[in-house]
């Protein structure tokens, strides 16, 4: 067999075990609407640890949706609970062991953000810099939002020491989003549902920022970034980021 048709059945092999992966959790969904919910855990569980074996594209899709699946037969089925927390549990007793990483730490939030626990990342990222301070510093970008919501500024201004270039990162990804809801267009109400969602998010991610810099006695970086956000978005929470008595 010649390399260029290895190549193809490689590629037709890839492509044919993503769809399988993708038919894999809509199966999954329709158990649990046909209340098959023990099957449907197995297979919940199946796809959190094997997945990425099949299709490394489903890496968003296995930390996002996939848990809001699996924690939606939770509500309504406790076994599915008591497995997602020992996941959780399981995976974070491994990073305080030894350390982890970053992939593995990446799991533990997720987990904990769909359980709604965004603390205890946080937690772990504290003793994380405490005992391994080299994996936390891979792991900062995965609990950088959840620091700055908590306002753990003292922690954060060890990790995030330029605002104003991580203010370019929000802007960039806001960009590229929106660009790419034009599609929606010709559903109204789907593009200004997706366009309030986006400038939302760039609101509230230019809006940590300016108080951050604030926080740590940043006035010029937290001038500019409000000046910049204004540019893209006029809004008036962003007007206001900064209080008038230390302008």
Not at 59 to 81: C, E, N, T
Not at 221 to 230: D, F, R, V, Y
């Amino acid at each position: 067999m010649n390399r260029l048709a290895i190549i193809l059945i490689g590629l037709f092999s890839l492509s044919a075990n993503a769809q399988d992966m993708r038919n894999y959790l809509s199966e999954t969904q329709n158990m649990v609407k046909e209340r098959k919910y023990d099957e449907a855990l197995k297979r919940f569980i199946w796809y959190h640890e094997h997945v990425l074996e099949y299709d490394r594209a489903q890496y968003g899709v296995r930390l996002s949706f996939a848990l809001s699946y699996w924690k939606s037969l939770a509500d309504i089925y406790p076994p599915a609970l008591t497995a997602f927390i020992e996941m959780r549990d399981q995976k974070t007793k491994q990073i305080t062991e030894n350390g982890g990483t970053p992939d593995l730490f990446h799991d533990v939030a997720a987990l904990n953000r769909t359980l709604g626990e965004d603390i205890k990342t946080i937690e772990l990222f504290q003793k994380l810099t405490k005992d391994y301070p080299k994996m936390a510093e891979k792991c900062w970008p995965t609990v950088k939002d959840q620091l700055l919501a908590a306002k753990k500024y003292d922690l954060l201004r060890n990790y995030l020491v330029d605002p104003v270039r991580e203010f370019y990162n929000v802007k960039e990804l806001y960009i590229h989003v929106t660009s790419t809801i034009n599609k929606f267009k010709d559903d109204e109400a789907a593009f200004k549902a997706s366009k309030i969602f986006y400038d939302n998010n760039f609101v509230e991610g230019s809006l940590k920022l300016v108080n951050y810099s604030l926080a740590i006695g940043d006035l010029k970086s937290a001038k500019e970034i409000q000046n910049q956000a204004l540019n893209v978005l006029d809004d008036e929470r962003l007007k206001h980021a900064i209080p008038d008595n230390i302008k």
